[in-house]
């Protein structure tokens, strides 16, 4: 009697050592930016990987953002925040854990699938950084994309937009995307969708829904019409149908005004690059992928075009982008994995995409680290600002307004911090917000009327501007151009004006000096 071995013990002491040193590189490499900025400061830690990172680790909007069916993710950057961790520094802890997680998680999946432990780690290996090779950190793709946004076609085709692959934004879609490589782990060993469903509440919403689509359709056409011959073509036609319906009733139940601000109504369809490249890989490759798991990339493939179409029954545009960058490059990465690895699929193929992947995410590494190198140590006396009066530090560059926060734990945004608007107008639970805007009416005022600062916050205090008198409406990824008219909500200057001049002492941060930044006097 032949026994098999469970999947992990398949594999040699060698493998495994060799996978546990190439996991720690790829963390390390990850982390280098942070690292080098911990050594400079000392302790101190403010970076982010990507935009939108800033306004889900500070501890007011984690509190007001985490949620089920949403954003579960935040609980955790809450309860750090609360134990005492600085924002930076639960960018480090995800950072370091969330991608080390996901990389051994895939590829005991992988082994699961009966992969050899070669054929496991590379899979692993490109769902933790394949993203790379369709996502903004492509040159060729940036080009694409900017191209796109400048011609106005973004209307009809979406794209990902930032260079950051999904792994390393914090904490979404992060948390996310360990939380799905275990439910899919437990399905694949157990044989069954219930660890999947049962991790859709936990998901980043552009994470959740094409996932849905997918085990919706595997799981129709396995067991209700597991007899008919069409089942293959009719399970994503009712997935599809399914995923509308209760994604069009959750919206009509739960939005508020100021989300359908930001959208767009519409039916029209809309193309995605990501399911456009993954159909074109699977039709390709389809020879190399195992004849059991063609249907399942197939339906991959599939997932992100579905995602992103909801609007054709629910009537509303929902941030389709967003599902290019999270969910779509992941889709094309897993797809290279499954069939690229396959023991018949030519090296020189296997080679050419591992090492343009590794060529991409090394640039992405270099980018990161020379913008971060850059930022500044922050001298004694504003850090103890930042401690006890953060809301009153006014900083003239943009980014680091974004970050400054970062440094102790439950603080404060500062006074210019650009994520105001986002704050005030998205909808958040403002029992736990103060309202920002009356605080920057203030601040913008004692500075517009300081003949020796408004020069120096000009450029920021016009981009906040723009973001409360347009409530982000413009924000082109929301909608992807399909909104040409915007509302001017609040007239600032005009509210501004009609403010009583504001007695409230403010501490400047404008001055850089030998790579250290001060209190400007």
């Known amino acids: 009697m032949n026994m098999q071995l469970p999947p992990i013990l398949r594999v040699s002491r060698r493998g495994e050592f060799l996978f546990m040193v190439a996991a720690l590189v790829i963390v390390l490499a990850i982390n280098v930016p942070a690292i080098s900025q911990l050594i400079r ?54 950072d370091c854990v969330c991608p080390l997680l996901f990389l051994y998680l895939v590829r005991a999946a992988a082994l699961a699938l009966d992969f050899g432990e070669v ?86 919403p552009f994470v959740a829904i094409p996932m849905t689509f997918i085990i919706l359709t595997l799981h129709i056409r396995r067991f209700i019409l597991s007899s008919w011959a069409k089942a293959g073509v009719v399970a994503p036609i009712v997935s599809y149908v399914l995923l509308s319906l209760g994604s069009g009733l959750a919206f009509a139940l739960t939005a508020k005004s100021e989300a359908r601000a930001i959208m767009a109504p519409g039916h029209a369809p809309i193309l995605s690059f990501t399911s456009i490249v993954s159909i074109m890989l699977y039709l390709t490759l389809r020879s190399l992928i195992r004849p059991n798991l063609r249907y399942p990339a197939l ?26 960058q999270y969910a779509g490059t992941e889709c094309i990465a897993l797809i290279l994995g499954i069939s690229i690895m396959e023991l018949g699929a030519p090296k020189f193929l296997s080679g050419v995409v591992l090492g343009l992947t590794l060529l991409l995410f090394s640039s992405s590494c270099v980018r990161t680290y020379h913008r971060i190198a850059r930022t500044p140590v922050l001298d004694s006396k504003l850090l103890a600002a930042l401690k006890t009066d953060a809301r009153h530090v006014v900083v003239s560059d943009g980014y680091l307004a974004r970050v400054l926060f970062m440094v102790f734990p439950k603080e404060p945004r500062t006074a210019l911090d650009s994520c105001q608007p986002w704050r005030f107008y998205v909808p958040f639970n403002s029992q736990f917000l103060e309202d920002p805007f009356e605080q920057y009416l203030d601040v913008r005022n004692i500075i517009l009327r300081d003949s020796r600062r408004s020069t120096e916050f000009k450029e920021l205090i016009e981009f906040i501007d723009k973001g409360y008198a347009h409530r982000n409406e413009d924000f082109k990824l929301y909608h992807i151009g399909r909104k040409t008219e915007f509302a001017v909500n609040i007239d600032v200057a005009s509210e501004a004006s009609r403010r009583k001049p504001s007695d409230q002492r403010l501490i400047y941060v404008t001055d850089e000096k030998n790579g250290i930044l001060s209190i400007d006097p």
Not at 69 to 77: C, E, I, M, T, W
Not at 300 to 317: C, D, R, S, V
């Open 299 to 324: 339906i991959l493939a599939l997932a992100p075009m579905a995602a992103e179409n909801l609007q054709i029954i629910t009537g509303w545009l929902a941030q389709p982008s967003n599902v290019e």
């Open 119 to 204: 054929q496991s780690g590379v899979i692993s290996l490109l769902a933790a950084l394949g993203p790379v090779l369709t996502n903004y950190g492509n040159p060729l793709l940036a080009a694409l994309y900017k191209r796109n946004i400048a011609h106005s076609t973004i209307c009809y085709i979406s794209t990902p937009w930032i260079n950051a692959i999904p792994i390393v934004r914090t904490p979404e879609p992060q948390f996310s995307l360990v939380i799905l490589a275990i439910a899919t782990l437990f399905a694949i060993k157990r044989k069954s969708f219930v660890s999947l469903y049962c991790s859709i509440p936990l998901l980043y």
């Open 41 to 94: 400061t000392g302790g101190p830690l403010y970076y982010v990987n990507a935009d939108a990172e800033p306004l889900y680790l500070q501890f007011d909007t984690s509190v007001n953002t985490q949620s089920l069916f949403s954003r579960a993710g935040q609980y955790l950057v809450t309860l750090l925040h609360l134990v005492g961790v600085p924002g930076g520094w639960i960018n480090f802890i995800f």
